[in-house]
C-alpha cells in the first residue's frame, strides 16, 4: 500500500492506495487500484466539503481532472477533530 498526506489550512487528507490484482490484467497492460481518501479536520473551525478537484497523475504521466459536488454524494460538515473516509 501508497499512502500520501497534505494539510492545507488545518484540513488533512490522506489518500492511500492499493493494487487491486484480481481486476488488473497485466498481460494486457491493465492495471486498477483502490484509493482510500481521509478528510480529516485538524483545525479549531467547523468545515464543510462542498467541492473536490483531483488531477491524478499515473505512472506514464498522463493526467486526468476529477471535479464536482461534495464527495460520493455526500457533502460533510466536520467539526474540529472530526474526520470523513470514502
Same mark, same amino acid.
Given at each position: ?7 492545507? =489550512? %488545518?484540513?488533512r487528507v490522506t @489518500?492511500?492506495? =492499493? /493494487? ?16 482510500? *481518501? ?9 468545515? &464543510?466539503?462542498?467541492? =473536490?478537484?483531483? *488531477?491524478?497523475?499515473? !505512472?506514464? %504521466?498522463? @493526467?486526468?481532472? @476529477? &471535479? !464536482?459536488?461534495?464527495?460520493? !454524494?455526500? &457533502?460533510? @460538515?466536520?467539526?474540529? %477533530?472530526?474526520? /470523513?473516509?470514502?
Amino acid at each position: 500500500m501508497s499512502s500520501s498526506t497534505a494539510t492545507t =489550512r %488545518g484540513i488533512r487528507v490522506t @489518500v492511500d492506495a =492499493r /493494487f487491486s490484482p484480481e481486476h488488473s490484467s497485466p498481460e494486457r497492460a491493465h492495471w486498477f487500484f483502490l484509493y482510500t *481518501i481521509t478528510i480529516e479536520n485538524t483545525s479549531d473551525l467547523t468545515v &464543510q466539503l462542498l467541492t =473536490r478537484h483531483w *488531477i491524478i497523475t499515473d !505512472g506514464e %504521466g498522463r @493526467v486526468e481532472e @476529477v &471535479q !464536482g459536488p461534495g464527495v460520493v !454524494g455526500e &457533502q460533510p @460538515v466536520l467539526m474540529p %477533530g472530526e474526520s /470523513f473516509e470514502y
